[in-house]
């Protein structure tokens, strides 16, 4: 019998107190039955600590498995004790009673196995974090030159990240929803296995999406909204960067060059 309403998992990673006191205090502000728990692939001990003062459960002692790989633990461990199970990241603020409305899109519409809201910037200004399915020279090209490219191949850098979908004011179909924030039925969840373990780090918001929407729709619900200080590691570090790379070569090699099949459909979701 589930226990919760939602349980989410936070993988961290020595991340500031701060971000998490202020990640937390968001979550809990609902009034649905939710547990949250941080996997810490860093054993940091503050994280610990303020795990121990906000009644949130705290799991490590497995290194640094990676994002996927941690989420999966928390999977694993309770995704059957919950309706519904939230991805999320240690740099996102819930705002607008966002929990509360996204269970009840997803209560009115079982066939939905997967979505996410409105993503906003800090500065209020709208955060293209959805996307289409990726081709090679889209995904290098938006990571590495992008400032380099001619206009016609802009355009299509920004199809890519759905802008000729706005006004984003109604619900989409979409083919891939951003990894720092996935609103999953767990059921769903469990039956596509959680993330595959092959990324250590980036795409695997792409794999996890395309594997969900072979049991429905994932839709981005853009009537409620979080904000996400998005961090863009891979354009700070050489080592970053080289784990983007391997992602890419994996999803690439697993999934092929294809974006035009069903999973690749942008379309208004009717309710």
């Given at each position: 019998?589930e ?9 961290t ?5 701060k ?5 937390q205090e968001s979550?809990f ?18 994280i610990?600590?303020?795990a121990?003062?906000?009644n949130?459960t705290?799991?490590?002692g497995?290194?640094?498995?990676g ?12 995704a ?8 999320l ?7 607008d ?20 809201p409105l ?8 955060q293209?974090v ?13 990571r ?6 001619g206009?016609k ?23 891939v929803?951003?990894?720092c924030f ?45 904000v996400?200080?998005?961090a ?8 970053q ?11 690439f090699?697993k999934?092929g060059?294809?974006?035009d099949?069903p999973?690749?459909i ?6």
């Open positions: 019998m226990k919760f309403d939602l349980i989410a998992t936070v993988v990673f020595n991340n500031p107190i971000m998490l006191d202020e990640l979550f502000n609902t009034s649905l039955k939710v547990k949250l728990v941080f996997i810490d692939n860093s054993t940091n001990s503050a610990k600590e303020l121990k003062k906000k949130i705290y799991i490590s497995h290194g640094n498995v994002f996927g790989s941690g989420h999966n633990i928390g999977i694993n461990k309770y059957k004790d919950a309706k519904y199970f939230l991805i990241n240690p740099d996102v603020i819930i705002e009673d966002c929990l509360l409305k996204l269970k009840n899109f997803m209560d009115a519409n079982l066939e939905v196995p997967l979505c996410t993503i906003l910037n800090p500065d209020r200004s709208i293209f959805n996307k289409r399915l990726p081709t090679i020279p889209i995904f290098f090209a938006r590495f030159f992008s400032k380099l490219l206009e191949f802009k355009q299509e850098l920004e199809r890519f990240i759905l802008t000729d979908q706005l006004p984003f004011n109604k619900p989409l179909v979409i083919p929803i951003t990894g996935m609103f999953f039925r767990s059921e769903s969840l469990l039956k596509i296995k959680g993330f595959d373990e092959g990324f250590f780090l980036y795409l695997e918001d792409f794999d996890i999406s395309r594997r969900a929407s072979k049991l429905g729709p994932n839709v981005f619900y853009p009537n409620t909204q979080i996400h200080q998005w863009r590691a891979p354009h700070k570090s050489i080592k960067l080289w784990i983007t790379i391997q992602s890419a070569y994996h999803y090699v999934w060059l294809r974006v099949g999973d690749s942008v379309k208004p979701y009717n309710e």
